[in-house]
């Protein structure tokens, strides 16, 4: 069977040119980049080639470019690096009410020592307000991290406006661009303090990452050792995923544009197709500003683990994006921000598109999924007649 997948908000396919270039590294370039022979300045050239690649892609200088092991490793080193740097075990740190975890755990780590974070609320589509940021700010505080796009229902934040405002507060701003970085045009040129991305999101290796910190902000190092990354984070270098996540930077860079408007395309097909198709479905999220590859709904009467289940048997790959995880038996945090009931954010789907996925997958996808919730009303004790009590819903 051939297998489609849609969970590229999950992770990507590596990029055959990236991989082909790792190889190299694995197999020939295993020098370390400290060494003074030439194996050493082979593979410290090609760090340095990747952090200009990176770089390039946002507007930075190669030398505000942090490699670190993946977006959480940035977000944690900007957030607790920033604040304990400049906070002076104190302060008032601002974000969203819907950040992923890799902020949200390091903000409640910072409370629990003695910051105090202000955690603002979204409206229906999950959007911040500029004006809302603004009325946050205090005079106590250090840093403002708000995300460039959520990765459950992918509606895009108003960075710039927010960025302009803090600059003109003098606040640093940190964004967490993990899901945005290669999928949408971004320049940290507008005022950004500090932005966290991932490689594999967009078609490079996992287990590798960068922050980008502005020259003049200070960090305090989350990771004590042999002194690389300028001190910031030790640690030999992860050469062939350092390369790959410069080789994916390079590929996004160059075909970005055509790239963007070939997935916005697909995604409208899936939204107009799965509105127009299933009786009693919902977009999530905005339905402009969001990511380019990225299409989330909630389905009454039914859950999401549910289609996600019965799709993976006819080989579509799909995620909640929501709903209980595996580990905990939550509704998403931020479909429950949006101000969806419990029950509404359990019966949710997130198809998020990459590079390799066509028109005709997406066409295979719907044809597919307007049974798939056909079959499963069918089997729900709820319906229209009998819809969940308000109130009534359980995880
Ligand atoms: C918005 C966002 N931030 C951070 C992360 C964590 O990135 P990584 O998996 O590279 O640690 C993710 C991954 O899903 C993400 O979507």
């Not at 942090?66 to 944690?76: A, H, L, M, P, V």
């Not at 709904?297 to 859950?303: L, Q, S």
């Not at 945090?333 to 998020?352: D, E, F, K, W, Y």
């Not at 044809?367 to 969940?388: A, G, Q, T």
């Amino acid at each position: 069977m051939n297998r489609i997948y849609l969970d590229n908000s999950a992770t990507t396919r590596t990029d055959d040119r990236v991989i082909d270039d790792m190889i190299l590294f694995m197999r020939e370039g295993y020098g370390n980049p400290s060494s003074l022979h030439s194996f050493g300045r082979e593979a410290n050239r090609a760090v340095q080639e990747a952090r200009q690649r990176v770089a390039g892609l946002i507007g930075a200088q190669p030398d505000e470019i942090i490699f670190t092991s993946g977006g959480t490793e940035s977000d944690n080193l900007a957030l607790k690096g920033y604040a304990l740097a400049n906070g002076r075990k104190g302060g008032h740190i601002i974000t969203s009410s819907i950040e992923h975890h890799a902020v949200l755990e390091p903000c409640r780590y910072l409370e629990k020592i003695g910051f105090e974070v202000t955690f603002l609320p979204v409206d229906e589509f999950g959007m911040i307000s500029t004006a809302s940021v603004e009325e946050a700010i205090r005079k106590d505080t250090v840093l403002i991290s708000i995300m460039h796009a959520n990765n459950e229902i992918g509606t895009v934040q108003p960075i710039d406006a927010i960025a302009k405002l803090a600059n003109e507060k003098g606040v640093p701003f940190h964004t967490d661009a993990v899901q945005t970085v290669g999928r949408i045009p971004l320049d940290v040129s507008n005022g950004i303090s500090m932005l966290s991305m991932s490689g594999h999101k967009f078609h490079g290796p996992k287990g590798v990452g960068a922050l980008f910190v502005r020259k003049g902000i200070r960090l305090e190092t989350q990771m004590h050792g042999g002194g690389q990354e300028k001190g910031v984070r030790s640690s030999t270098e992860n050469v062939p995923a350092i390369v790959g996540m410069g080789k994916a930077a390079e590929i996004a860079g160059e075909e970005f544009d055509a790239e963007s408007r070939r997935q916005v395309r697909i995604r409208d097909m899936i939204i107009d197709g799965v509105l127009e198709s299933v009786p009693r479905s919902f977009l999530n999220g905005h339905r402009s500003e969001r990511l380019p590859n990225n299409a989330h709904f909630r389905f009454d009467f039914i859950e999401g683990e549910g289609i996600v289940l019965h799709l993976d048997m006819r080989g579509i790959a799909v995620s909640t994006g929501s709903a209980c995880s595996t580990s905990s038996l939550e509704p998403s945090h931020v479909l429950l921000a949006t101000g969806l009931m419990p029950h509404q954010a359990h019966g949710s789907l997130r198809i998020s598109l990459g590079r390799f996925n066509t028109e005709e997958e997406a066409r295979i996808f719907l044809d597919n999924i307007s049974e798939v919730v056909s079959i499963l009303r069918e089997m729900s004790p709820y319906n229209e007649n009998n819809p969940i009590a308000p109130g009534g819903d359980q995880c």
